[in-house]
Nanobody, 128 residues
Framework: QVQLVESGGGSVPAGGSLTLSCAAS????????????MGWFRQAPGKEREGVAV????????YYADAVEGRFTISRDAAKNTVSLQMTSLEPGDTAKYYC?????????????????WGQGTQVTVSS
């Protein structure tokens, strides 16, 4: 099993910045189970979970949702099993609970059912 713990959420005015962090522990050395990608999803009230960004263990094949491209930057420290999401130029539409994910099953990165492991989530609220 793998445990994911997020931190760094909060409330900011529009145009502000936040950085989310996630630390993975447990069976992170099980390549097939832990998967190649770690990343972030978010869920706003009344909406489905949507992929925000993911990053591989090694390499540069990161993926971003169109809505955050150019404003958010994902990074990963494979040695420490951590992943971060730097969010800038935040908009009220970014308000959501943000979840760290791991254990990618291999299909389209933005599908929520493709991740075995989920953190508890951290709230991000952007006021206008």
């Amino acid at each position: 099993q793998v445990q994911l713990v997020e931190s760094g959420g909060g409330s900011v005015p529009a145009g502000g910045s936040l950085t989310l962090s996630c630390a993975a522990s447990g069976d992170t050395n099980s390549g097939e189970s832990f998967g190649e990608y770690m990343g972030w999803f978010r869920q706003a009230p009344g909406k489905e979970r949507e992929g925000v960004a993911v990053v591989p263990t090694f390499g540069t094949d990161t993926y971003y949702a169109d809505a955050v491209e150019g404003r958010f930057t994902i990074s990963r420290d494979a040695a420490k099993n951590t992943v971060s999401l730097q969010m800038t130029s935040l908009e009220p539409g970014d308000t959501a609970k943000y979840y760290c994910v791991a254990g990618w099953r291999g299909a389209y990165w933005a599908r929520a059912d493709q991740y075995r492991y989920w953190g508890q989530g951290t709230q991000v609220t952007v006021s206008s």
